[in-house]
Structures are given as C-alpha cells and as structure tokens.
C-alpha cells in the first residue's frame, strides 16, 4: 500500500511522523473538537454541514480554529487527493493544543488540527439485511446543561462507557436514555423507530447529536413521502416498533432486530429501514463537495 499522508498543523506527515504532544489538552483533558465525515466516489458527502457543525462546536467551547472555513475545505480535499482516495472516512481534529499540565485553555495559545483519512468498513454487507442486536444501558447520556451531546467533543467517554455495556451485553449498539428515561440516541449513532408507516426520532435537545444522516434521513422521508415525527419517545415505543435503526457516518443506515431481547418487527431490516437505506446510498456521491472536479 502507498504511503498515508496526514495533515498536522500545516504539513503532510506520514502516519509515523503524525505525533502530538503529550501536554495537547485534547490528550490530555479530552479538550477540543472533531468530526467523522465520508467521502462516496470523491464526493465528500454533505461537507458543508459538517464543517457547520465543526466551526458550531469549536464556537460553544470558545476554540479558535486556526484556519478559516474556506481554508479547511482546501487541507481537506487536499489531504484527501494526497491520499488518492475515493471512498473512505475523513477524520478531522482540532484540538485545544499543547499548553501546561494545569487546565486553563489561556495557556494552550494554538489549537492544534489534524486530519486522518482511511478506508472504512465497519459492517460486512449482510448486517445491513439482518440487522444488529442492541441493548439499552445504565449510563446515562451526558446532559446538555453539563457538557451539550450537540457538541462534538473529543470528550467521548460518556460514549465509550455505554460501548463497554453494550460489549458486555454482546450486542452490537447500545441505546442512551436520558435522565428522564426518554430514548436520545446509540452509542455514536442517532436513533429512529417506525411504527405503523410513521417514521420518529427523538428532538436532539433530549441529548443527541444533530447527526448529518439523520437530518440526510429526515430530508429522505419528505422525499419518500413517509411521515416523520421529532417526537420524545420511552423504551417501551422501541420495544413494540415495527422497526428501529440507527444513522451515522460510519453505520450509515443500519436495522437492529433485537432490543433488550426483544424481537423488532419480523427480527430482520424493515423494510422502511431498506427503503431508506437504499435512497440514502443514491444520494451520498452526489450531494456534498466533489474532490476532484473542484
Ligand atoms: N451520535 C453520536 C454520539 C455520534 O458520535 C455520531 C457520529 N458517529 C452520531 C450520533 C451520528 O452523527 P453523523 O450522522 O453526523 O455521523
């Protein structure tokens, strides 16, 4: 294989040359921001709204990036030419920077951004026909008055304890209430149910991410002429689905047959759930920034 190139605070570097500080706050207070992103035949997808959602969470914990918005497109896609990728996973970090060991942000004077791209499977083909098993967990989701899931923190360990459940449950994806019990969200995918033809997902102020395949899902069901509601929902609503599936970059559009062992649906992907699959794999090499041709 040829060599990886990362991009780290202005230079290409080799995946063994790519090292940060052990006094960068994102190693070592889990201090800064990120972003997992794909690119479909060149086409980053939706990468507008992923550099939104970057610029919008380094504004809610005051990081300054350093490089401007139009400037990131241009390290990105070049990151992304370097490597002659076509189809894989953009992985962009802006951390707080190195700074002391004490926490105060004022001492770290430059964030330091990272961008790593790699090939990307993370389920074989048929989980996508049957499905995963998932089960809810005792870890609550973070609550948006602590540390706002609207965030896209390198603070993933709310996360990382629910996947430790969920590994200890030998399932597949875990499901995150919040305090009040109502569904938010899988460990790093958003959630939805279907139930008698009406599509719903729980309203991110519960404590979610606002994932960009959930809005791209939310956007399919309006062209799909499916009814969808952003409505709070219990365990017990994804208990009696008809189907229930998860979104995210990495997941893309995945069913989950089994809740808490209970059997969803028929016990394999819905078939809203490949409708939707389907439509959202004819959309991702077209709508975003085309690499390339740029
Ligand atoms: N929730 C969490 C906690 C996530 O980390 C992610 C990203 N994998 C998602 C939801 C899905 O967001 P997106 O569709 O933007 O990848």
Same mark, same amino acid.
């Given at each position: 294989?040829?060599?990886?190139?990362?991009?780290?605070?202005?230079?290409?570097?080799?995946?063994?040359?790519?090292?940060?500080?052990?006094?960068?706050?994102?190693? #070592?207070?889990?201090?800064?921001?990120?972003?997992?992103?794909?690119?479909?035949?060149?086409?980053?997808?939706?990468?507008?709204?992923?550099?939104?959602?970057?610029?919008?969470?380094?504004?809610?914990?005051?990081? *300054?990036?350093? #490089?401007?918005?139009?400037?990131?497109?241009?390290?990105?896609?070049?990151?992304?030419?370097?490597?002659?990728?076509?189809?894989?996973?953009?992985?962009?970090?802006?951390?707080?920077?190195?700074?002391?060991?004490?926490?105060?942000?004022?001492?770290?004077?430059?964030?330091?951004?990272?961008?790593?791209?790699?090939?990307?499977?993370?389920?074989?083909?048929?989980?996508?026909?049957?499905?995963?098993?998932?089960? @809810?967990?005792?870890?609550?989701?973070?609550?948006?008055?602590?540390?706002?899931?609207?965030?896209? @923190?390198?603070?993933?360990?709310?996360?990382?304890?629910?996947?430790?459940?969920? *590994?200890?449950?030998?399932?597949?994806?875990?499901?995150?209430?919040?305090?009040?019990?109502?569904?938010?969200?899988?460990?790093?995918?958003?959630?939805?149910?279907?139930?008698?033809?009406?599509?719903?997902?729980?309203?991110?102020?519960?404590?979610?991410?606002?994932?960009?395949?959930?809005?791209?899902?939310?956007?399919?069901?309006?062209? #799909?002429?499916?009814?969808?509601?952003?409505?709070?929902?219990?365990?017990?609503?994804?208990?009696?689905?008809?189907?229930?599936?998860?979104?995210?970059?990495?997941?893309?559009?995945?069913?989950?047959?089994?809740?808490?062992?209970?059997?969803?649906?028929?016990?394999?992907?819905?078939?809203?759930?490949?409708?939707?699959?389907?439509?959202?794999?004819?959309?991702?090499?077209?709508?975003?920034?085309?690499?390339?041709?740029?």
């Amino acid at each position: 294989m040829s060599e990886q190139w990362i991009y780290l605070d202005g230079q290409y570097v080799t995946k063994e040359n790519a090292t940060v500080s052990v006094y960068d706050h994102g190693f #070592l207070y889990g201090d800064g921001i990120f972003e997992g992103i794909r690119i479909y035949n060149g086409n980053i997808f939706r990468c507008k709204a992923h550099l939104d959602r970057l610029y919008d969470s380094a504004k809610s914990i005051s990081l *300054n990036i350093p #490089l401007s918005y139009d400037e990131m497109l241009e390290v990105m896609a070049e990151t992304v030419r370097r490597n002659d990728m076509r189809n894989g996973y953009i992985r962009l970090i802006v951390s707080r920077g190195p700074g002391n060991l004490g926490l105060d942000p004022l001492r770290c004077p430059k964030a330091s951004v990272i961008i790593i791209v790699e090939q990307l499977a993370i389920y074989p083909e048929e989980a996508y026909l049957t499905g995963l098993k998932a089960v @809810s967990v005792s870890q609550r989701r973070n609550i948006p008055d602590a540390l706002n899931p609207k965030i896209k @923190s390198l603070n993933y360990l709310n996360n990382i304890l629910v996947k430790i459940q969920s *590994n200890y449950a030998g399932v597949g994806e875990a499901i995150m209430l919040n305090s009040q019990g109502y569904v938010t969200e899988g460990s790093s995918d958003n959630i939805f149910i279907v139930k008698n033809g009406v599509v719903y997902t729980p309203p991110c102020y519960l404590g979610a991410l606002e994932g960009i395949t959930r809005q791209a899902i939310i956007d399919l069901c309006g062209e #799909l002429d499916l009814e969808l509601k952003e409505v709070p929902f219990t365990l017990h609503d994804v208990y009696i689905a008809d189907e229930v599936f998860f979104t995210g970059t990495a997941a893309e559009v995945i069913a989950a047959y089994e809740v808490d062992g209970r059997t969803i649906g028929s016990g394999v992907a819905g078939p809203v759930t490949l409708r939707l699959l389907e439509a959202f794999r004819q959309i991702v090499d077209k709508d975003g920034y085309k690499v390339w041709e740029a």
